[in-house]
């Protein structure tokens, strides 16, 4: 029997510890979660998650607080499939749509895919409007990809497995094994490798983790190997990338014959054994610099980060290094915010791993500061005029080298407003918001500070 949990996280603030490796920190944001999938950064400012059993949320980053976007009914949670993967559209600000891609059974119990198409309401905080953009992807008990992102073009670019049907992959007929690319409506691109096809790169097995690089010219893919070589891969318009008869590089007489008939784009990187390769993300801050330019790794069976350092094209490996091995167990997912915060999804829950305490959790990773400014709560920030009326400004004694976050919130412990407060003066607009009082929170230096603020009109 399925085990839910409730709709409400308990915050551990503050709970921090330090690796012995390049001085990072982590704490955790939110505990309790059930087999959380994807997590995005949004232009909100929350964390988006998808758990598998249905449930999209959104997490305050600053303060832990879950907030139930929809609960999709028709998900269905069998061995590995469930709801997957998640992107929000690119002029969300506007339009907000996101899209999600879960299994579900269809006629007959058949087990299928689809990607429907949500539309959120800032005022209720929920979804509606469900619009299934494409459907009828086989889909099994595992190997169904489901990663998505959208391309500098607007396009879906999402992934598929091969359904445990290996042959699946080097059938071009077939959307498996697949990386698909279709418009935002569903219709299929004009300029796809083959007409009236969403195929765009086929020869996958399990690709789970997909990015651009921040410019826009390389298309990043994560992917499960059998009990060797998992992959990651630069994805080429119509190329095919070996699986089944390949796995990893091109590297026995089979394997050489077979890619030099089938134009096989071998990997920039493969891992013997394999680590059980998931969510990827792009890292580019400068407030971990010895991150910049990697891609960032959660892996499932191997329990940790692994930063792939890039070279300047960002076509080739460097070196590779590994973060906080076996410390929280299985990782599924990664995304990172603006500022530059890395944020994992432990996923122990998942029927493969060990169950510790708050588990399922998201960890927030930054890095360790030791010359951070004297902070005084009542001097090193100063909020003006308080009381006051519609307009308030935050002021910090001293230049800071990067934004932070902040959340506002009444006495009722509700999110008013969030966002960023700049290097040293912000201007907050607080027109809309009621009499009385607020409390303006922010996270610096890894240091809670709360200010009062009293509303007067």
């Not at 503050?14 to 001085?23: D, E, I, K, P, V």
């Not at 959790?361 to 400014?373: R, V």
Request: charged letters at 20%; proline letters at 6%; a neutral charge.
């Amino acid at each position: 029997m399925k085990r839910f949990f409730p709709f409400f996280i308990i915050f551990i603030f503050g709970q921090h510890f330090l690796t012995a490796q390049n001085n990072l920190s982590t704490k955790t944001i939110a505990t309790n979660l059930d087999t959380p999938w994807e997590i995005l950064w949004g232009p909100d400012n929350y964390i988006w998650i998808t758990e598998r059993y249905g449930k999209v949320s959104r997490v305050n980053p600053f303060n832990g607080t879950v907030q139930e976007v929809v609960l999709i009914g028709d998900v269905s949670e069998v061995g590995e499939g469930g709801l997957l993967g998640m992107v929000l559209d690119p002029d969300f600000s506007a339009n907000h749509f996101f899209y999600v891609a879960y299994n579900y059974s269809a006629q007959g119990n058949v087990y299928k895919e689809k990607i429907v198409r949500y539309t959120y309401n800032p005022s209720t905080g929920k979804a509606t409007n469900p619009a299934i953009i494409f459907d009828n992807i086989p889909a099994a008990n595992n190997h169904n990809g489901c990663r998505m992102v959208i391309s500098p073009g607007k396009k879906l670019v999402f992934t598929t497995g091969d359904a445990q049907v290996t042959s699946y992959s080097q059938d071009i007929s077939r959307l498996n094994g697949k990386i698909l690319r279709i418009n935002l409506d569903g219709t299929i691109p004009s300029d796809n490798p083959q007409q009236n096809s969403p195929v765009w790169s086929w020869g996958h097995r399990n690709p789970q983790g997909l990015v651009y690089s921040p410019d826009g010219k390389n298309l990043y893919s994560s992917e499960h190997g059998p009990s060797n070589d998992d992959e990651l891969n630069i994805i080429l318009k119509g190329r095919n990338y070996g699986w089944p008869s390949v796995a990893g590089f091109c590297d026995n007489t089979f394997e050489t014959g077979f890619c030099s008939q089938n134009n096989v784009v071998e990997p920039i990187f493969a891992w013997t054994p394999t680590l059980a390769v998931a969510g990827i993300d792009f890292y580019n801050s400068d407030l971990i610099p010895e991150w910049k330019n990697s891609i960032l790794i959660a892996s499932l069976k191997a329990s940790r980060i692994t930063q792939i350092k890039l070279s300047e094209t960002g076509t080739s490996v460097l070196k590779t290094t590994d973060f906080f091995t076996g410390q929280f167990g299985r990782l599924r997912d990664i995304c990172i915010s603006p500022e530059g915060k890395v944020y994992i999804a432990v996923s122990n829950r998942d029927g493969r791993g060990t169950v510790k305490t708050g588990d399922d959790k998201i960890i927030e990773i930054s890095p360790l500061s030791t010359t951070a400014p004297e902070i005084n709560k009542s001097g090193f920030i100063s909020v003006s005029p308080n009381p006051g009326s519609d307009v308030f400004i935050v002021t910090f004694a001293e230049e800071l080298k990067t934004k932070t976050n902040y959340v506002l919130y009444n006495t009722l412990g509700q999110i008013i407003k969030s966002g960023y407060l700049g290097p040293k003066t912000t201007k907050i607009d607080l027109g809309e918001v009621n009499e009385g009082m607020v409390f303006l929170q922010i996270d610096l230096k890894n240091r809670p500070i709360t200010k009062k603020i009293l509303i007067k009109r």
